[in-house]
């Protein structure tokens, strides 16, 4: 199973920037399907965005126009930049990768805006 690791998380103030980084032990170029979600206290694990093999997206409502999603099949690893960042961006963000074979979870990395 490839194994996933996030990084570039961390505390930010409102209208910052951050970009994260989902790193893969393997080649990603199988993975139909990549994806950031995130889960604040208190509340379900929800979707941000995710990226196809064909470089289709789909992000959701609140962080369109703000959030960027970019894949490196070369590099194995997804990127999620995240600019104009509000305090109810908040939350653990986990990277997730799919193929047919394969449905992998990275340990997930904190983001907290706030001033």
């Known amino acids: 199973q490839v194994q996933l690791v996030e990084s570039g998380g961390g505390l930010v103030q409102p209208g910052g920037s951050l970009r994260l980084s989902c790193a893969a032990s393997?080649?990603?170029?199988?993975?139909?399907?990549m994806g950031w979600y995130r889960q604040a206290p208190g509340k379900q694990r929800e979707l941000v965005v995710f990226i196809t093999r064909d470089g289709s997206t789909n992000y959701a409502d609140s962080v369109k126009g703000r959030f960027t999603i970019t894949r490196d099949n070369a590099k194995n690893t997804v990127y999620l930049q995240m600019n104009s960042l509000k305090p109810e961006d908040t939350a653990v963000y986990y990277c997730?990768?799919?193929?047919?074979?394969?449905?992998?979870w990275g340990q997930g990395t904190q983001v907290t805006v706030s001033s």
């Open positions: 393997g080649s990603i170029f199988n993975f139909y399907y």
């Open positions: 997730n990768g799919r193929s047919y074979e394969d449905n992998s």
